[in-house]
Structures are given as structure tokens and as C-alpha cells.
T-cell receptor
């Protein structure tokens, strides 16, 4: 397995359900990211983890709860979502976060398409 | 307020001709600019980058130009191929970190 893998690829859930999105990276990276992409909008950064510690939380509602148990895995726990939360959720990883000036491009998974009924 | 803007939602180009995708930014605290390419049902893949201290970076058919005074960058694809048809995202890295700010994307269609 290579790169960044996200599961499931598609998820339909009701507003009262609880579900989780999973991301796994096989690149030996130390930083992982969650993004939200709504139709015709820019990717919005939600959370950043560096060495399993959350370093960015971009005013994301508490109904989204991230978890990073180790540097290879990242979860996004979903609870009581709203219809406007329907979007493509992308996970990414990079070698490091916030160290030095060298550019470290982020590598993305293929995303989870989430639909809230 | 969007700090990175791609004002053209779509672009159509004939195979073999040049494709030019544009991006404007407002924040002077960006130190790198990147282009990502995205096919349907796949995640964005990194294409090319440029440091804010450079004005040009070339990689095969892809060249990125940066005009700092105009806060404008462009991606040139020469010659364009049908396989280049995708959504292209411009992104900018915030100084001293790895946080990226993305534009909304431009859909490129290369006609054969």
C-alpha cells in the first residue's frame, strides 16, 4: 500500500448518527491534515496534527472531533451533523509541520464524499 | 475574504496549444506557491511549486511564473494534452509553517 488512504469513500448518514472517517498514510510523515471541500469552494483546512499533537483547529464546530492515535492514522468523528456539512472530506500528510523553511508538499488521499440526510 | 483567488472557473484549450491558468493573492506573508491537479474521484496531487524569491520555475511541460509586485502567479502547460484535463488548484503556504491556503480551482478541458 502506498500514499494516503481514506475510508470509506462514500458515506450517507442522518443528522442524529455517529460515524467516523479514517485516514492512513504509509509515507512515514509526521504531520496530518483534515480539509473540507464544498462544491465550487476552496479547500478549507479543518485540523492539523503534528507528531500526534493537534496544532491547528480552524474554528471547526464541535460536532467534528479529530483523533490522531499515532503518526500514521487520523480519524474524524462525526456527531449530529447538519445538511451543510455535506462535502468532500480530504486527508493529507506531509513530512513535517512548521519546521524550517523547506517546502514539504502535502500528499492527499482520495477523500470521503459525505452526504447528510 | 479569500486570500487566494482563481477568477476563471473553467478554461478550454485545443490539444497542442498552451494552457494558462491564473491565480491572484492578497497576503504578502506567503513564502511558497503551489499548484495541485485533481482528477474526478481522486485527491489533489502536487504538480509544481515556486518560492516567493523566484519568478519562474519549470518542470517539463509545466512552468509557473510569479509576479510579486502584482501578487499574481500563472501556470503554463505547453503543449497541452487531453490527459491534462482536470481541476487545477492554486495554493499558497503561510510563512514559517506548512499551512496552505487554496483557491477555488479552475477546470481545464483540453480538446483533441
Amino acid at each position: 500500500e502506498t500514499g494516503v488512504t481514506q475510508t470509506p469513500r462514500h458515506l450517507v448518514m442522518g443528522m442524529t448518527n455517529k460515524k467516523s472517517l479514517k485516514c492512513e498514510q504509509h509515507l512515514g510523515h509526521n504531520a496530518m491534515y483534515w480539509y473540507k471541500q464544498s462544491a465550487k469552494k476552496p479547500l478549507e483546512l479543518m485540523f492539523v496534527y503534528s507528531l500526534e499533537e493537534r496544532v491547528e483547529n480552524n474554528s471547526v464546530p464541535s460536532r467534528f472531533s479529530p483523533e490522531c492515535p499515532n503518526s500514521s492514522h487520523l480519524f474524524l468523528h462525526l456527531h449530529t451533523l447538519q445538511p451543510e456539512d455535506s462535502a468532500l472530506y480530504l486527508c493529507a500528510s506531509s513530512q513535517d509541520y512548521g519546521t524550517g523553511n523547506l517546502l514539504q508538499p502535502q500528499h492527499f488521499g482520495d477523500g470521503t464524499r459525505l452526504s447528510i440526510l | 475574504d479569500q486570500q487566494v483567488k482563481q477568477n476563471s472557473p473553467s478554461l478550454s484549450v485545443q490539444e497542442g496549444r498552451i494552457s494558462i491558468l491564473n491565480c491572484d493573492y492578497t497576503n504578502s506573508m506567503f513564502d511558497y506557491f503551489l499548484w495541485y491537479k485533481k482528477y474526478p474521484a481522486e485527491g489533489p496531487t502536487f504538480l509544481i511549486s515556486i518560492s516567493s524569491i523566484k519568478d519562474k520555475n519549470e518542470d517539463g511541460r509545466f512552468t509557473v511564473f510569479l509576479n510579486k509586485s502584482a501578487k499574481h502567479l500563472s501556470l503554463h502547460i505547453v503543449p497541452s494534452q487531453p490527459g491534462d484535463s482536470a481541476v487545477y488548484f492554486c495554493a499558497a503556504r503561510v510563512l514559517y509553517g506548512n499551512k496552505l491556503v487554496f483557491g477555488a480551482g479552475t477546470i481545464l478541458r483540453v480538446k483533441s
